[in-house]
């Protein structure tokens, strides 16, 4: 079992540019968490996909959009870049139902330059 | 919604001390309590969690304890070592309702195990 994997480890863009990054949840999960961790922060909830649809969002603007795809993994895009979107984007996976520990990805670092 | 409240942000102890993490959080409807071990540039590991009909949960040197009335809850360590090192999350969720599996965090502890 590989656990969460997420994809790319770094990433540095512009201001201005579109980022996508992507999880692949951990065997036998269905649903996917995406965080952001500003550095010395505890992460903040973004969104969660279960069954392919956004079953909650956070305080975070139309900018970051999310899909899950049929085999539950996931992608996170950020349009319009902004300095304050570096970060660390944590992608967790759980499942639904009555138990809902959360496995984390290692994440990706996002610079904004 | 929940918030979630941590401390302290740093805490240095001496290797085979205890050391004492607590939090608060705001929403009676969490029922839910993971507390995550984050070392510096890797993912945040479960280390162990609490749900709301148990009052506390011991895992050979960790045990968190729980205070529903007081909505309050506490990560113990002991018999510290330096790879305790690292930043500790406590976070609260739900496992009903709207807001069904989403870890609202604390801020962190920096834990450093001094030799």
């Known amino acids: 079992d590989a656990g969460v994997t997420q994809s790319p480890t770094h990433l540095i863009k512009t201001r201005g540019q579109q980022v996508t990054l992507r999880c692949s949840p951990k065997s036998g999960h269905d649903t996917v968490s995406w965080y952001q961790q500003a550095l010395g922060q505890g992460p903040q909830f973004i969104f969660q996909y279960y069954e392919e649809e956004e079953r909650q969002r956070g305080n975070f603007p139309d900018r970051f959009s999310g899909h899950q795809f049929p085999n539950y993994s996931s992608e996170l895009n950020v349009n319009a870049l902004l300095l304050g979107d570096s970060a660390l984007y944590l992608c967790a996976s759980s499942r639904q139902g009555a138990r809902t520990e959360a496995f984390f990805g290692q994440g990706t670092r996002l610079t904004v330059v | ?115």
């Open chain 2, 1 to 115: 919604g929940e918030n979630v409240e941590q401390h302290p942000s740093t805490l240095s102890v001496q290797e085979g001390d205890s050391a004492v993490i607590k939090c608060t959080y705001s929403d009676s409807a969490s029922n839910y309590f993971p507390w995550y071990k984050q070392e510096l540039g890797k993912r945040p590991q479960l280390i162990i969690d609490i749900r709301s009909n148990v009052g506390e949960k011991k895992d050979q040197r960790i045990a968190v304890t729980l205070n529903k009335t007081a909505k309050h809850f506490s990560l113990h360590i002991t018999e510290t070592q330096p790879e305790d090192s690292a930043v500790y999350f406590c976070a609260a969720s739900s496992t009903r309702g709207s807001t069904l599996g989403r870890l609202y965090f604390g801020r962190g502890t920096q834990l450093t195990v001094w030799p």
